[in-house]
């Protein structure tokens, strides 16, 4: 749920701004006086509706997009402790001070990776799960949506799944425990809105999450090495059964 727009005091325009200059040239007639009181309310009003936008979703620039795909590619790839940010900028053509003006340091940018990972990864089960309305379905909606965003996003799922990520300072680690937190809470929503979400309410959510993600990983880990050619979502239908048995049967 998006927060609350908090109050922020408006700025209005000027009258050259708002009237063109043959409208401003005689402020004090009455017809430009109103249309100028009428300009500035709904300006504040617009300004107050728009929703606030999440710190990581203001408007990233290309620089900072960039840098961003680029660190993700060499993290995937090499793994974080070997990447420096020299390399990072030289892939990237962009400055160190460039760089620099978006992150703080290395795990700043790693740090901006993974949540970025993290959000495209959850938003994909979230929407997969909102569709169904029984356990089963969900469960297995779960495995689908899972293996497509891995085959998708490879370089992703290598950083978000193999652990190619630093050791997260205390910091980081409570950044990124934000963003899952907020994925807890709604696949909670879920198991309550299902029609028989008593089949899988009693089951703790780090079991559901195991037997979800764990057997699809042991596949994934293999198609992302390169030691299998089988692709997971090949075998998304029979792991949905094999979920299934395990946690409703």
Not at 31 to 54: G, N, V
Not at 92 to 103: E, T, V
Not at 193 to 211: F, M, N, P, Y
Request: positive net charge; aromatic residues 8%; contains cysteine.
């Amino acid at each position: 749920m998006p927060e609350p727009h908090p109050y922020r005091p408006c700025t209005v325009p000027t009258l050259s701004k708002l009237l063109p200059q043959s409208q401003y040239a005689q402020p004090d007639r009455e017809a430009d006086q109103e249309q100028l009181r009428k300009r500035r309310k709904y300006a504040c009003l617009e300004s107050h509706s728009r929703p606030k936008l999440h710190p990581m979703e203001k408007a990233p620039g290309k620089t900072y997009l960039t840098a961003l795909q680029t660190a993700k590619s060499l993290f995937a790839t090499r793994g974080y402790e070997t990447v420096t940010t020299a390399e990072i900028c030289e892939a990237a053509g962009i400055s160190n001070g460039s760089l620099f003006h978006h992150f703080r340091n290395k795990e700043g940018i790693a740090v901006a990776v993974f949540k970025s990972l993290v959000r495209t990864y959850q938003a994909d089960i979230a929407a997969a799960l909102d569709k169904t309305n029984t356990a089963e379905a969900g469960l297995k909606a779960f495995i689908t949506a899972h293996t497509a965003w891995i085959e998708r996003d490879p370089d992703g799922a290598r950083i978000l799944f193999n652990a190619q990520h630093p050791k997260w300072s205390k910091a980081a680690l409570a950044d990124i425990r934000t963003e899952n937190q907020a994925f807890g809470k709604h696949f909670a929503e879920w198991r309550h809105r299902i029609k028989d979400g008593s089949r899988i309410r009693e089951q703790s959510l780090a079991l559901v999450l195991a037997v979800l993600v764990g057997p699809t990983q042991m596949l994934s880990r293999a198609w992302l090495a390169g030691q299998s050619s089988t692709p997971p979502s090949a075998q998304a239908e029979k792991l949905g059964r094999l979920a299934v048995k395990a946690l409703l049967d």
